[in-house]
């Protein structure tokens, strides 16, 4: 490529006057360097020279007196008897044959005495600047020798043929055979580094205040919420009902302003700084310090229980559950205890689905508080980014062990794997990369989770549904019909998807223009019956004594919107709106509770207790369990569907009278801790009632739609259960109120009771 450089330019390198300059400068640098040369060849040979002088005439003048005795003696002339050649090294070589072999100075030496710090030249005083012109030359001839041997030295360390051989010795071999497996092997190793570090440093189990890093919040976060609440009414703090983190930020903010505090009999400032009013109260509270476990041995202890209890502890705590059954203060259900002992193949197959897990629990926090704070749905994105390799890799293995599908005796195990955990991030990842606009990544993530059936199968059509509204929206609305069809086609698409599904293909082949021979006509939901009652909305006015305290006290309408409404109740009082409806139904002859659901999973619970409780591979592990270890999974059906299908054939018969009283007779006494178990709030006689005033088809119908839901509590279910007994009547209500619209999941469920032959209705409340 020429070089377009301007001719007239001082760095133009085919100038004339540049290339005479640059020889001028070559040839000066030759002559000083050839200068520099000679003067320390003719240093060198005069050193010599004069050496050798010193060493001859010494010995000439030792020796001159005898040889001439001698000469005398034989009758020779001196100097004609004289020696042809003289040996003038003759006593240094036999000096040195006689004296002991001397030990090597080292160079470092040499070099501190040949430059000592104050023989440098900034350093010297006026004296030694005028030293003599031998001393002088002494200096220059150093100085020259030491640049000679540095250049020599530079020379060697950066020629290029020298590195060659060294960095061949030391290259290390090829890694494009290294398999993705092996690196993510070798990547999790360096990962896992300082994890045992940390547990090689278990010499000690727990550590004071004054140890612990963080300061005040540190402390903080050690004390319950109730002991929190404690320290704030001692220094002064309104106490509202305020979440852990709220009540921390509110005791450590502004550690330095003067607060007014003040109680019935007596109104003072404090200016005393808030740290110190903070430690005092604090240690007032404790009655002592604060002690931790140290992280390490708290991770171990986590690390313990997570391999014995194959997740969270059923009562938040380790130890609570084996002490309250030891003291017989709490019953657990009577089951078979199944441990599994090849859970975990490995302590890679242990560290990784820990820290699978621990992704999980970040992303769930994260989706609760992202309503409030973009950032959390932004830190939920990372956490896609971050472990989508990993679940990619956790698919190719479970594909390499089972190409054809995971087994169905096998699935109920693939929870133990950090796939499954991986999975619940990744969905949880598209909810915050469609908050945050982001759905092209979201539709890719999607896409990834729908190519495989190993992990949360029963996920399939929600990932199904809104893949194809990011599709639709893209403007490719053949592909999102396709979509819904292969949902709607899929084994694996829970029934509550269905609808929904459903109404978007209708929606789809319209928008596309589809003849009607070519699409595709599916049964509507059925709709409850609509009721409207009229209350009196109770409004409190508050009791204020000045401008100031009315001013602070009058609800905008913000928050009034936010505010849960009452409403004038019979006996005058203050009401919720679903009081208000029993109220009205109670006029009717009805009895009722407002729980959402509880009643119908309790019934659901004593009649499938046998199945709920049969002996499933990685269901039972410890003997501290309210529940399967796989209940609200899609494993839960799986695992049980010929012991489910029996077990509802015979509740469609008998009515399931005897199934409920046989297991209420035996549990009831123990109060078993069971999930869903309200002994105290609902009596053998009220779910006996509601029991046979549904009917075994019915029952049957809501418990086989519970066990597809993964035989959890139920989602979206009305809010009032009624029942009158002496007409064998039972209504379900949904209580809104006129803005108020139905959820997705209420829909089904009130498509369900209906096509159980249960009556449902939604009840309206609209204030005078």
Known sequence: MPLHLAPKKSYHPYNRENRERVARDEADARAKQAEDDAYLAARDRSDRIAQLRRQRDATILSGDAERRAADAALGRDTIDSAPTSINFFADLEQAEAEAPPAKRAPPLKQTIELHPWYMDPKKLSGHEKRASDEQKAMLRYVSLANRSRQDEARKQREDPLAHMPRAARTRQPASSSTSLEEERKQREAREAEPMAMEEAELYRFAMMDAEMDGGLRARLELLT?????????????????????????????????????????????????????????????????????????AHLLDRVALVYYRGRPAMGSILTSAILQRTRKCHFPSYTVQRTQDLFPDRDHLVSFERACAAAEQADQFVETWRMQLDAARACAQLVVAYEAAWQASIRQVRSLWPEGVPSAQYARMRFHAGWPLTRVLFKGCEALARLKRHEEEASVLQQLLTQRYFWRGRRGAWYERLSILTARQGRKDEALRLCLEALDDPDTPYAYMARLQRRVERLESQLQLPLPARHFFARLQSPTVVSWVGVRWLETPSVTS????????????????????????????CSVEELCLERYAQQGFRGFHDEGDLVFFLFVLLMWDVLFAPVPGAFETPFQRA?????????????????????????????????????????????????????????????????????????????????????????????????????????????????????????????????????????????
């Open 547 to 574: 401008a100031s305290a009315l001013r602070h006290e009058t609800l905008n309408a913000k928050r009034l919107a936010q505010v849960r409404t009452r409403w004038k109740a019979a006996n005058g009082g203050a």
């Open 628 to 768: 399967p270890l796989d209940v609200d999974t899609d494993v839960f059906s799986f695992a049980r569907r010929p012991a489910m299908e029996q077990q509802l054939a015979r509740i469609e018969q008998t009515g399931g009278l005897d199934i409920i009283q046989s297991v209420d007779a035996r549990e009831r006494p123990r109060q078993t801790f069971a999930q869903g178990c309200r002994w105290a709030e609902f009596s053998t006689d009220v779910l006996q009632e509601v029991a046979l005033c549904l009917g075994g088809r019915a029952l049957a119908a809501l418990c086989r739609v519970m066990c597809e839901e993964g035989g959890g509590r139920p989602r979206g279910f009305p809010d009032l259960i009624l029942w009158r007994y002496s007409e064998k009547q039972v209504r379900f209500v949904e209580v809104k109120s006129p803005n108020d619209r139905l959820s997705e999941a209420q829909k089904v469920w009130m498509d369900a009771l209906l096509r159980a032959g249960i009556h449902v209705e939604l009840a309206k409340v609209q204030d005078v």
């Open 225 to 297: 919420v109730d002991e929190l609440k404690a320290v704030a009414r001692q220094l002064g703090h309104r106490v509202r009902p305020l979440t852990r983190a709220a009540l921390v930020a509110a005791l450590l903010a502004k550690p330095t302003n003067a607060t007014l505090c003040f109680r019935a009999d007596q109104l003072w400032l404090q200016t005393q700084p808030t740290s110190e009013r903070l430690e005092r109260a604090m240690a007032a509270l404790m009655q002592g310090g604060c002690l931790r476990l140290v992280p390490a041995t």
